[in-house]
């Protein structure tokens, strides 16, 4: 049982370049959510997808699109990468949207 | 407006000593909580949450409200217990989980 799985698990781009970051969970819940994780800064929330069809600002939104494809998918994009937003990247999925949240193992992420 | 804060950025304590890692929240609602945890190498994990009242691998965590506080206990570390503990709030019913800065806990033989 994969539970959260998040693809690719490293990558370096160069200012200004765009990249989808993805993530899948096989575990049939129903929300979805996208974190970074910064030195000294714990998980911050970016967005979040509580069923199929919604999506919603977290904490972080700025310079970032996501989508939630189908009930098992949700990518975060960057369409245009900033060194501010070199961080690591969780993804992470709920039964509903009050419930535990089971974690991907992160998506570390350079902007040059 | 909400917030987690983890007072300590590293705790470090030898085995079979009491341990205690804090976390203080504020948020004007009923708050519901969590422990995280991430150990070497491994995916972050829910270590308890406070409406469970459990006891998880030694672990408790007590809600106090008076205080806004929902430290971490255990009574006898293990060295198996290094790894990063972070403290979460969930703030609304859409599933928004405000996390605190994170306390590595360091158990020495």
């Known amino acids: 049982n994969a539970g959260v799985t998040q693809t690719p698990k490293f990558q370096v781009l160069k200012t200004g370049q765009s990249m989808t970051l993805q993530c899948a969970q096989d575990m049939n819940h129903n929300s979805m959510y996208w974190y970074r994780q910064d030195p000294g800064m714990g998980l911050r929330l970016i967005y979040y997808s509580a069923s199929e069809g919604t999506t919603d600002k977290g904490e972080v939104p700025n310079g970032y699109n996501v989508s939630r494809l189908n009930k098992r998918e949700f990518s975060l994009r960057l369409e245009s990468a900033a060194p501010s937003q070199t961080s690591v990247y969780f993804c992470?999925?709920?039964?509903?949207?009050?419930?535990?949240?089971?974690f991907g193992d992160g998506t570390r992420l350079s902007i040059l | 407006a909400q917030r987690v804060t983890q007072p300590e950025k590293l705790l470090s304590v030898f085995k079979g000593a009491p341990v205690e890692l804090k976390c203080n929240y504020s948020?004007?609602?009923?708050?519901?909580l969590f422990w995280y945890v991430q150990y070497s190498r491994q995916r972050l994990q829910l270590l308890l949450r406070?409406?469970s009242r459990e006891s998880i691998k030694g672990f408790t965590a007590d809600l106090n409200k008076g205080e806004t506080s929902f430290h971490l206990k255990k009574p006898f570390a293990q060295e198996e217990d290094s790894a990063m503990y972070y403290c979460a709030l969930l703030y609304n019913q859409g599933g928004k989980l405000i996390f605190g800065q994170g306390t590595e806990l360091s158990v020495k033989p």
């Open positions: 406070h409406i």
């Open positions: 948020y004007s609602g009923s708050p519901e």
């Open positions: 992470a999925s709920s039964e509903v949207s009050n419930q535990p949240q089971h």
